[in-house]
């Protein structure tokens, strides 16, 4: 089983930085250039000067930046072990007001595989060696891994969920309105239990592929034993009522006439096709068939585009367990995205031709703006089918889901030496 515990966290004194609303961020992989600058300006301690550093000398201007807050006393770090717990506050894509529960932990280093810890997604080589020497550098994580945990019996949040009524150790409310809340439990009972609930977890990563995967070459770079073995988690029980997936649109470029003249023969072979109203393009979610919304940039009319019969998927898809071939992403990938367009799967993992877009508004902005020539709007997929993909050992196509809000940088940080 994966191996679980409690942390000696990196975390910020919040009497020498201020609040922490403003010092945490979103995701190193979701700031733009501009979004960067203003969290800079937040605060000499925020959290992507560290995570995401810019200049010739990026990685080690990071660590004498991390260095300078310890020395500062900017960051202290725990005597003791502890869990922490987060309480994320949010209205979804779909309008829909949830609450959603982790607790940050750090988890042990292990190969993947059943029982320990199992991917979902196939990942793109280049941000792995960017967190690679971001690491080196500074021998930290600096931003958590959202993975899954099953606990039917809630045994684990319940042991925590007391001392949440007690005043936070710090509060954010992001640029999406979530508010987090974070609380800081080293009552040894609690930690006793939590561990106990814990114990016979498998995970699954839900975000941060890329970033458990440079902790694996990490500690193997390292050697021996130590906290370079561990890596900082925050972890979401699957039956928690706030656990949202959503979908990620595909967005298509750089198509020529004979891709385009294959792509739409191939439509009309493999799905019905409707016309429909630029307000229905993403399609509603649930089971079944392949159904998506489909808009192209020349003829600006959206169209529902259902597939046909499960078996020209099953036939796209030989060899593949069934669970996958029942997946949207992976159906649209083998159909569409590398037969008539002719993508690669080094064009998927380098974005050739290929884009990607969380909302609904925005991809076809994108489209109708001339950034794109096409878009894919797909349903979500729930998080029992990202558990049935999974317990087959082979990975989803690239953003597949979208777990939204996002588990923010600079809650805490998790030493490795």
Known sequence: MAEIQPLRALHYDLDVT????DLATPPYD????????????LSPYNAVHVDLPTGDEMYDDAASILEQWKADGALIRDDEPAYWAVIQDYTGPDGHALTRRGIFARVRVEEYGPGKIRPHERTHPGPKEDRLRLTRATKANLSPIFSLYDDPQNAAWSALEPATRNAPFGEVTDADGTVHRLWRIA????????TDALAASELLIADGHHRYETARVYADEIGGEGDHRYVLMCLVALQDDGLTVFPTHRLIRDTTEATRTALRDAIRENFTVEEIATADLRPPDGNGPLTMGYIDGHHNQAYRLTLKDQAIADAALPGMPDAYRHLDTAVLEALLLTGPLELTEDDISHLNGLGYSRTDAEALELVQSGQYEAAFFLRASPVQQVRDVAATGVNMPPKSTYFFPKVLTGLLYNPLS
Request: hydrophobic residues 55%.
């Open 187 to 194: 009552d040894p009972e609690a930690i006793a239990t939590v």
């Open 30 to 41: 979701v700031i733009d250039p501009v979004q960067r600058a203003a969290l800079a300006a």
């Open 18 to 21: 201020g609040p922490l609303q």
